[in-house]
């Protein structure tokens, strides 16, 4: 490596240069029953990136009741009122695409990458089981996905080396995150969760990427897609 005196000037970056050369382009706006959604409109490939974002997380879980974000991360994708269990998977990946969630302290989402023309199929999805969630869960379903849950934790924490330090670390709620083995998960909590934080006006950000900023306002459009978002 040159060192003081080498006659070797470093590079000379220039921050707006860069800053440009990443700027990504974008539009917002806020449909009538408070969705607010980004839109970024890219035509490098034909696909279409649909993320939907919930303001609720583990620092939502009350003492006592704790790994209900992480349950519901899961409970999702277990069908609503005009959706199989499971079929959420099956309609995207049949399209071509792939989803997935994921689950923070302050935050859940759910996020589709499909083929654009496939976009309606993908808001569709997402309307139905945020407006219509209830009619399709059972029990039975609760307990299997607090199953799964249990074992991810023991998969992705309790069995890794040092796995438990963020835990051990961290302040509040944050260390209750996924520990759900010592919770009752029955029918009546969980409607409870869904209405206070799924249901109550903490449905935040739906971004969709390499779309026509007209056509996703059309679909967007509340007289249409009535179960996009509950009325605040």
Request: no cysteine; hydrophobic share 40%.
């Amino acid at each position: 490596m040159p060192g003081p005196g080498s006659g070797l000037a470093a590079p000379a970056f220039q921050l707006q240069t860069l800053t440009a050369a990443v700027r990504i382009p974008y539009q917002t706006f806020r449909l009538a029953n408070g969705l607010f959604v980004t839109v970024s409109e890219d035509h490098t490939a034909p696909l279409v990136a649909v993320n939907l974002w919930y303001h609720v997380g583990s620092a939502n879980e009350r003492d006592g009741r704790t790994g209900f974000a992480h349950l519901f991360e899961h409970m999702l994708f277990q069908g609503s009122a005009h959706v199989g269990s499971n079929e959420h998977f099956e309609l995207i990946q049949r399209a071509g695409g792939t989803l997935n969630g994921s689950t923070w302290v302050d935050r859940t989402n759910y996020y589709e990458t499909i083929p654009s023309n496939q976009l309606g199929l993908a808001l569709w999805l997402e309307a139905d089981r945020m407006g219509q969630l209830l009619p399709a869960m059972t029990q039975q379903k609760l307990d299997t996905q607090r199953d799964v849950v249990k074992n991810e934790r023991r998969w992705s924490v309790d069995n890794q080396p040092y796995g438990t330090r963020i835990p051990l670390l961290a302040i509040g709620r944050f260390a209750q995150k996924g520990t759900v083995s010592h919770v009752q998960m029955e029918h009546s909590s969980i409607v409870k969760f869904l209405e206070w934080n799924y249901l109550g006006g903490k449905t935040g950000q739906l971004g969709a990427r390499d779309t026509v900023v007209n056509n996703i306002g059309s679909l967007l459009d509340p007289t249409q897609t009535g179960t996009m978002v509950p009325d605040q």
